[in-house]
């Protein structure tokens, strides 16, 4: 009889995430997908676009004011974003 090792369907896709090389792709779509519950509804109104390079989550903001104050509250962002998202996928969040 053939014993055979049993693993949890989680590990098993995380594996074939990781050996495809989908897993950061996946985890920078969650971070993106991310930032309007994180940010909250006002600052998702005058989002205009968001995307990650280099571990760097890149957000348009188009009203000044606003931008000015989440530049000064990136480390927060950053926190709360890999927190969101259950693992460490950005260093960074440049407002512009």
Do not use: C, H
């Amino acid at each position: 009889m053939f014993k055979r090792e049993v693993k949890p369907l989680g590990e098993v896709l995380r594996k074939f995430l990781r050996d495809g090389g989908l897993e950061t792709p996946l985890l920078q779509l969650r971070v993106v997908e991310a930032w309007d519950r994180v940010a909250g509804p006002m600052v998702a109104r005058y989002t205009a676009e968001k995307f990650v390079k280099n571990q760097v989550l890149f957000v348009k903001i188009q009203n000044p004011a606003l931008r000015q104050d989440l530049s000064m509250m990136r480390s927060q962002l950053v926190r709360r974003l890999n927190a969101a998202v259950g693992s460490s996928v950005i260093v960074d969040v440049r407002v512009y």
